[in-house]
RNA sequence: GCCGAGGUGGCGAAAUGGCAACCGCAAUCGACUCAAAAUCGAUCGUCGCAAGACUUGAGGGUUCGAGUCCCUCCCUCGGCACCA
């Protein structure tokens, strides 16, 4: 027999495959569907290391079973590239960015062609490409006919060194998630989305998803949604009120101070006033230190807390009639409640810290049990706090809300999405400046085509570089007379227009004349099936899924979830345990795997490697195991006999169990994702055919179509070796047989006082009286229990024997 | 601080409450070879010559029986965090 050749095989079935157009994907069927998707890349220069693949590789793995169990799979491929990483090479090369994403598209298609993979490549999405990017303009038209785009000079968080202003989640930890240059706040004109108006349905419908915890998670912490009060403290002698927001009213009683924070509205009316507040020079001083602060300075929770009384202003607590005084600190956040906080010293660390360091009276109005309450979360029965006195936390709440005249309100820590970018590389807004008016451009001369410029450099002057570029900007609108020059909005999209809705794309991609046909929405329906990084938890799978509520609002789709379940992938790290980068030196470039070894050996040893969602080490030596197991099945050809009847030609009675056995295993686990010990099974499997002298057709036949979503080519390969003319991959995935699952005998385990002592083979559906005889006769166990009378005997049938001495 | 996921051999790891360590890597020994690689066979949690005892982050508990369930605590990773 010949040797593995894998290059020879893997070259040879490629072409094959799509010579043959095996993977295309049918347009109407009468299969049920099933759509898979993995999240579409960003091609850089550097092109995929191994760990990108993974994903892909595990994704391959189920759209291929799922074909031939009959599903009509959906399996497309796609890139998304706009944004900084394609922009800042440009600057650097002075080239068109649209130049260097065609040949990195290029590149990472070669590197994605050699493993293998079904993508229908005729379904292909880029989302720099005017022909989608029309639909991403279609969308912001649509948000901003129902209101949900909207002009804002509100401060914004802004990057000194990308040059433009950023999202909330595009920061982390007070930092530009690209580049770890610290955020400022700088008011400008941008455009925002009210994804607020889509919290509460985000929040809720996570309930209903398929996906992991940890996921959720994040995205209910990301939007923070909680229940309190707002309370109005009216000002003595002015006819301003102070509405705060607190959790826990029921602590009114114990209110020793208000604190507003610095950017409060109150505060800069009082400014305006010279004679109203005392010591007014020092609060000009303190609000405009909060100002120049960067968010970490701000909003670091181990900074000593500062802040400056308002000298002469008293706010009045609308449960006492108490006065108290009022202080302006920046621990307090303008941007979330109402920017105004009743400061509860006694249970409150924050506050208690504060009243402390000012030396503010503090009232302990909440007992529990024994002790006196310190943290919020914690609650008690009320003291001190007049004709509320002795009720519980939870009741008083309501009740005193209600007594103040105070109002039940739910808050969010989700902010609105800022959603322009004062970059070249995105999509162009399809909006005209009419003077202080907003036009919108017509849907019939959608795409609002991105021109060339001669230089991308990012301004900093919060435009865009577009603003050059005179002849786009400027577009004469109307005939004749009427004719006006408006300008063209030059601002673009950020990095995640696209990606929030590429998905349905893919269900109808050369579509002119809508963003999905209904038909094809209404077949394919939603991602059953999505798998990508966790590190996108809080940016594009809450975009989507707000994008896809808001399509669903207006009837573009009929789902209200675009993802019904997901699978996190873990990284590969390099081999010292280090994230794989160029500047570590441990990248691994699958071309050169697939050289070596080929791709049917990485993509099982990928699989292989250990649980899906975990990040594991790339290990040189690991890949050998998959390699011989690889070679061990080719050389297994040679022992394949023939159907015809002979003794040869009959599989042993504990092989065709264990062969039944793994293909119930190796379906269920890739229906799991549970690749790792699907890999195992097979391995288990070939060892156990390997054993025996000649190995029967057809159980082989079985073994390689469980292994054809792995290894694909090397599959192929054997199976048109036995002489079948169809691909495998078209073949019909094999069930198993339940009759043939169970052994002959059970195996039962005797227990002595909790110690496996001994195993004996029953018949199988041996009754309990039976088993508990036989297990007492044995001689290993009359050792254990002597001439003891056993206290008590649980008998597990089909499984053990317990002895209680 | 709150929330989530974890902690098992030298390493990656496996185990519907029922024989802990399957499968693979590395290692050791042997066969083949002039030799090496490859391949094949064997050994491979700890202590012990053995019989056997011990072992799933620590400590308790439930159970005939716990890696798995419950309680307390420690550690690692991830999310949120001066969010009132």
Request: proline share 5%; hydrophobic share 40%.
């Amino acid at each position: 027999m010949k040797s593995y050749d894998h290059k020879k095989i893997e070259k040879h079935w490629q072409k094959e495959w799509a010579k043959k157009g095996t993977y295309e994907t049918a347009l109407a069927s009468d299969k049920p569907k099933f759509y898979i998707l993995d999240m579409f890349p960003y091609p850089s220069g550097e092109g995929l290391h191994v760990g990108h693949p993974k994903g892909y590789i595990a994704t391959d793995i189920v759209s291929r079973m799922k074909r031939m169990q009959g599903f009509n799979v959906l399996h497309p491929m796609g890139f998304d590239a706009f944004g900084l990483p394609a922009e800042n090479y440009a600057i650097k090369t002075k080239t068109n960015p649209m130049d260097s994403v065609a040949k990195n598209v290029e590149r990472y298609k070669n590197q994605l062609e050699i493993l293998g993979f079904d993508y229908d490549w005729s379904r292909e999405v880029n989302t720099t490409d005017p022909k989608f990017y029309k639909w991403t303009q279609w969308i912001f038209l649509k948000l901003l006919e129902k209101g949900l785009a909207y002009e804002s000079h509100e401060p914004i968080n802004w990057c000194p060194s990308c040059k433009t202003g950023l999202a909330n989640e595009d920061v982390e930890d007070g930092r530009c998630e690209r580049c770890s240059t610290p955020v400022e706040k700088k008011p400008m004109r941008q455009w925002v989305l009210r994804i607020t108006k889509y919290a509460d349905r985000l929040l809720q419908d996570l309930d209903t998803l398929d996906w992991p915890e940890s996921i959720k998670e994040s995205q209910r912490n990301w939007i923070g949604r909680s229940e309190g009060a707002e309370i109005d403290f009216a000002v003595k002698g002015r006819k301003d009120v102070l509405k705060v927001f607190t959790t826990r009213p029921d602590t009114l009683f114990g209110v020793t101070y208000v604190v507003v924070a610095p950017e409060h509205d109150f505060v800069t009316e009082l400014l305006k006033e010279a004679a109203a507040l005392k010591n007014r020079g020092e609060v000009i001083k303190y609000v405009a230190a909060a100002r120049v602060m960067t968010q970490i300075e701000r909003t670091d929770a181990k900074k000593d807390k500062t802040g400056v009384r308002l000298e002469g202003v008293f706010a009045i607590n609308p449960a006492n009639n108490e006065e108290v005084p009022v202080y302006v600190a920046d621990y307090v956040l303008a941007e979330y409640g109402t920017g105004a906080v009743m400061a509860v010293p006694a249970h409150d660390d924050r506050d208690f810290e504060f009243a402390k360091k000012y030396d503010l009276p503090i009232e302990i109005v909440i007992r529990c049990e024994d002790h006196i309450l310190t943290a919020w979360t914690e609650e008690g029965v009320l003291v001190d706090s007049g004709p509320f006195s002795g009720m519980s936390s939870e009741e008083a709440k309501r009740k005193i809300t209600e007594s103040v005249g105070g109002k039940w309100v739910v808050k969010y820590k989700l902010k609105e999405w800022v959603f322009s970018r004062q970059r070249y590389w995105g999509e162009p807004f399809p909006v005209l400046h009419d003077g202080d008016k907003i036009v919108p451009v017509p849907e019939e001369d959608l795409p609002v085509e991105l021109p060339k410029v001669k230089s991308y450099e990012p301004t900093g002057t919060g435009e865009s570089p577009l603003a050059d570029v005179e002849d786009w900007v400027n577009v004469k609108v109307g005939k004749g007379k009427d004719a006006r020059i408006m300008r063209r909005e030059t601002n673009t999209m950020p990095q995640w227009a696209g990606s929030s809705w590429y998905y349905l794309r893919y269900m109808d991609p050369q579509n002119d004349t809508a963003l999905v046909d209904p038909k094809a929405e209404k077949y394919w329906n939603q991602v059953d099936f999505y798998v990508g990084g966790a590190e996108h938890a809080t940016r594009h799978l809450i975009y989507a899924r707000f994008w896809h509520k808001f399509l669903y609002d207006i009837g573009v789709v009929t789902t209200t979830e675009p993802f019904k379940r997901l699978q996190s992938v873990g990284l590969i790290m390099g081999e010292d345990g280090r994230k794989m980068s160029k500047r570590f030196g441990n990248v691994v470039n699958p071309d050169d795997i697939v050289e070596t070894y080929g791709a049917d050996t990485l993509r099982l040893y990928e699989m292989f490697m250990g649980p899906f969602d975990q990040a594991i080490s790339w290990s040189t030596g690991g890949i050998m195991g998959t390699r011989r197991f690889i070679e061990r099945v080719w050389k297994m050809r040679e022992k394949v006999a023939d159907g015809d009847g002979s003794p040869a030609a009959t599989l042993s009675k504990e092989a065709e169990v264990l062969l039944n056995k793994t293909i119930a295993k190796v379906t269920d686990d890739i229906g799991a994702v549970r690749h790792n010990t699907a890999v195992s099974a097979l391995m288990i499997l070939s060892n156990e055919l390997d054993k025996s002298e000649f190995i029967p057709r057809p159980a082989y036949e079985s073994f390689l179509k469980l292994l054809a979503p792995f290894a694909p080519h090397v599959a192929d390969e054997l199976w048109s070796d036995l002489g079948n003319n169809n691909s495998i991959h078209q073949a019909t995935w094999p069930v198993a047989d339940a009759t043939k699952i169970a052994d002959e005998e059970d195996i039962i385990a005797v227990q002595v006082n909790g110690k496996t002592r001994a195993t004996f083979k029953a018949v199988k559906g041996s009754d309990k009286t039976t088993l508990e005889a036989s297990a007492l006769a044995l001689d290993e166990i009359k050792k254990w229990v002597g001439d003891a009378q056993p206290k008590k005997v649980i008998v597990v049938q089909g499984r053990m024997v317990s002895i209680v001495l």
